[in-house]
């Protein structure tokens, strides 16, 4: 029985209740195909990914150059001498992903491809049942990898997305909400502009379910067979 509080100990930036999550969808879409991660540092998502792959008798890619992203470089805020090889002059983070795989027992389930995403992209061939993104985080570097795997996802499969793709709501369509900002003696307050944020999500669907009995359960609201009426 793995213990999966030991892979809070791997360098990365994934929470436990995340990691956990993303196992769970990767058990079920496994079932459909091997897995593909784009993006994995020092092995914490993929260790999860694979654990999930393991247990379904199914394998899982990963994808990266292993040189780190910009906050990794030499005198960048994320900077780590433990991942710097000073042969190379460069941020080297294959070895200490081989060591953290070897430590879960998954050199059988997880495959590493030391390349870009779009390298690869351009000669695969094998249909995928998952793809998780969570390379470079730049937006043209995010779009391009959704463009280069999408079309190797087989029917029913999973790519993960972002915001991007759903329809938010505008200023005029907004409910009347009153915020309240309380004073704060022990510390400078941060963060002002949110507090009015998540309110919106229950009093948009409460109005809809005032106006039409139609009480919504899931986000996003569009996808209750809503139309969205134009201004």
Known sequence: MI?????????????????????????????IGPLLEIGSFCGKSSIYLGLAAKEKNQVVFTIDHHKGSEEHQLNEEYFDPEIYDESLNSVNTFPLFLKNIRIFDLEDSVIPIVSSSASVAKGWNK??????IDGSHSLESATLDYESWGSHIKNG??????????????????PIVNVRVLEWDSASPGGMGEPALPSIAPALTDAIYQATGQRIRSLPVVDNGLEVASA
């Open 3 to 31: 213990n999966l509080s030991k892979i809070e100990e791997i360098k990365g930036f994934m929470p436990n209740h995340e990691g956990e999550a993303l196992m769970s969808w990767a058990k079920t879409f496994s079932k």
């Open 157 to 174: 499969g999973a790519a993960d997305s972002n915001f991007d793709t759903v329809r938010m709501l505008r200023i005029a369509e907004a």
């Open 127 to 132: 249909n995928l049942g998952m793809v998780f």
